[in-house]
């Protein structure tokens, strides 16, 4: 019949397309990819159930890396709709998904919503000034891959703009349950603002070749398309202890900024009524 | 009470997600913004009447790029919905707005959608892998800008693809009109895909940097999010004769091509089946 791949967008179930509602309803089965990010807020599975008016089936990290082979293969016989948070092709894997869909023939539509490469408009800084976007993972003792530091350096000798996307980790498995065979997961973890700042200056403590500083004006924002959504500009140092609450966080590196995007960048200023986070010691956030 | 900025997505009058639609339902008065993109295919502004259950003003050039200072006051006193063709932020014009807006403390909600910017993702370059966007402007005998060709250079060299926004002029007046002071308007113009490839050309022939050739890889996309989205891949001298049909065009460059994006590339390519445009003596198509 068809496979729906339909973007829920970034706030909550009614962020959906009517085009992508009527899908859903017409649809046998409904997955929803549950790993390359998360619903907004108050959003849960069962508020989903219910308003679309149909049961909802979880596409995990295993089936999606899997290939969703069932899920294809039923998109023979009935209608199926697979939802991402998002836009469709935010991730490799949806990519993936469709162009097997292609090859297979197997007759696709896909359903286009709004994601955080196009949302992030909304701090101000204009789209087309922005030049390579990056993704920021978790630090470790033995691995802090920095292949993003030769970019922001490109970007910002062109004098662009750089968005930073935050790691997320849902459904991983510590080393030793991997190695076991223990289908144990460890509780979903979500980069900061404050933990990609430390990154980013721990790597041009390391590289020195004055990329970015402590003074470099950044923008973060958490929740993005959401009623909770904040913004906040500043320097690095300002806004490294600046509590931007609940996941989603992103992040943007400021490139040379036209007089429209300074003024908007300063409407966001950091300033006295900014709420900061606890100090460290009494903290255990950082590792959450 | 409260301004919102809506996002229509790309599609029809059904890409509009329930909270846009929730809210144009709740708004006293609703604007549509009309001159800097199109909406798709069959729909209308008289379709769009019907399905929202509102009647619609058109925010034309004038309006907008006076700042929509009526609209903006309006939004004090009652709901007012302004409809923007893709995402709010995708445009300078709209930005600006919802600057004014919160300088003047007018109680505002964005509700974001997919723009041409995110869902340029489906022809299966993978978004973080793009550089800057550039825009590509009509060209006439007297001006031929291309400081997009220093822009995709840069791209080029650090191996990235460079999506090309193609020139609309939509209530455009001509020099005498303008002059004379005339409101007369020219008949809408859309840049397309072949005209984009012939200006490229045109500027590497006075150029001479070698920044692309006749044989540079790239993607034709038009009506993307639309039931009639064409996606065709070949070279600069493959892609000039296709016929990509009715707008909105879009354009990609391609830059290195991991062997996902280059399979997804491929199954795109130009073939003995693809329409091509009749030869230029029995054809006005270039001047539309």
């Known amino acids: ?30 997955y ?3 790993y390359t990010s998360l619903l907004g807020g108050s959003t849960s599975i069962d508020r989903m159930k219910e308003y679309y008016g149909k049961d909802i089936i979880l596409a995990d990290r295993e089936m999606v890396e899997s290939g ?14 697979f939802l991402v ?45 922005y030049g390579q976007t990056i993704s920021m993972v978790f630090f470790t003792e033995t691995s802090k891959p ?14 662009l703009h750089t968005l930073v996307l935050l790691d997320i980790k849902v459904k991983e498995q510590s080393i030793a349950n991997l190695l076991r065979g223990n289908k144990i997961y460890e509780k979903p973890r979500f980069m900061t603002i404050n933990q990609c700042i430390e990154q980013l200056l721990e790597i041009e403590e390391l590289r020195q070749e004055n990329v970015y500083s402590k003074d470099t004006l950044c923008v973060g924002l958490a929740r993005v398309g959401q009623d909770t959504q ?12 600046v509590d931007f609450g609940a ?3 992103s992040f943007v590196i400021a490139g040379d900024m036209h007089f429209h995007e300074k003024e908007f960048f300063e409407s966001f ?8 986070l606890p100090p460290p010691e009494s903290s255990d956030n950082e590792d959450n």
């Open 85 to 129: 948070v998002g836009d469709p092709f935010g991730a490799t894997t949806h990519t993936d998904l469709v162009m097997r869909a292609k090859e297979r023939s197997i007759p696709y539509q896909v359903i286009h919503n709004a994601s955080i490469m196009n949302a992030i408009g909304c701090c101000g800084l204009q789209l087309y000034t």
């Open 68 to 81: 969703c082979e069932e899920m294809l293969e039923e998109s023979r016989t009935m209608s199926v709709s």
């Open 269 to 276: 200023r950091v300033n006295s009524e900014t709420k900061r």
């Open 146 to 159: 920095d292949s993003f530091y030769d970019r922001i350096k490109s970007n910002r000798r062109d004098g």
């Open 247 to 249: 996941p989603l966080h």
């Open 32 to 34: 929803l990819e549950f």
């Open 230 to 241: 904040q913004i906040t500009s500043g320097t690095m140092e300002e806004l490294v202890n």
């Open 1 to 30: 019949m068809v496979l729906y791949v339909i973007g829920l967008g970034l706030g909550d179930e009614k962020d959906i397309t009517i085009k992508g509602l009527e899908a859903i309803k017409s649809s046998d089965k409904v």
